[in-house]
């Protein structure tokens, strides 16, 4: 059996650019669940602002779980076997493993939760994320909390992109020809929902690293 015709596999809603959109697909109790899980890693491993290389503060606060955790500092950006300040990062929620399996049908675990913390205007500039040894892994992407403004462009640099708002309960996977897409945070809604404590809003991203 082919891996899209795994049983039980949700098909995605929308497509756009190559990625496939699951919008809605963590009800209000499954996303409870997940930030519940998620409030216990910002606790065990809080949430930084990283710098840039060039020494430009990220508007972003992030933290992770598993084995790596991807940081950025002026040393530059890469995965690391720990928080910044030396405790390793939590184990990844199993509530969150159940998820990626779900959606991405693999048997193989992802290895990083990114977990990123967008509060008081913060976004994400276009980008690709190739930091990852082998791009035939997908990577998956939970939004729980504010809504987003999420651009989509290209494989490559510059050419066309199309935005779409992302919801508290969406799931997309980049993967295939789309996952080294650029991709970014235009904006986040404030207030736009209750779902997380101080407000604000968390995505998730899921990466097999090694
Ligand atoms: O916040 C998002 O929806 C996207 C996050 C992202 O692209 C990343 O962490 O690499
Ligand atoms: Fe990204």
């Not at 509530?95 to 193989?108: D, E, N, S």
């Not at 990123?116 to 980008?127: E, F, T, V």
């Not at 040894?133 to 050419?159: C, H, K, M, Y």
Request: contains cysteine; aromatic residues 6%; positive net charge.
């Amino acid at each position: 059996m082919s891996e899209t015709e795994r049983p039980g596999r949700p098909v995605p809603g929308l497509v756009v650019r190559g990625v496939e959109i699951f919008p809605g697909l963590l009800d209000s109790a499954a996303q409870a669940g997940i930030m519940a899980e998620i409030a216990a890693v910002m606790s065990a491993a809080p949430p930084v602002q990283p710098e840039t290389r060039f020494g430009r503060k990220m508007s972003v606060r992030m933290t992770s779980a598993g084995k790596y955790g991807w940081v950025s500092d002026r040393r530059g950006y890469r995965y690391e076997t720990r928080h910044p300040s030396g405790v390793a990062w939590p184990p990844i929620p199993a509530p969150v493993l159940t998820l990626w399996h779900r959606v991405t049908g693999l048997a193989r675990a992802p290895d990083c939760c990114l977990v990123n913390l967008y509060r008081d205007g913060a976004k994400m500039g276009l980008h690709q994320d190739r930091d990852e040894a082998d791009f035939s892994w997908p990577i998956l992407s939970v939004s729980l909390g504010d809504e987003a403004r999420f651009r989509i462009g290209d494989v490559t640099r510059g050419g066309p992109t199309e935005s779409l708002w992302l919801k508290s309960g969406d799931v997309l996977a980049m993967r295939g020809p789309a996952r080294l897409v650029h991709h970014g945070i235009d904006r986040v809604r404030g207030g736009s929902s209750t779902m997380i404590e101080g407000g604000g809003r968390i995505n998730l991203t899921l990466r097999v690293v090694d």
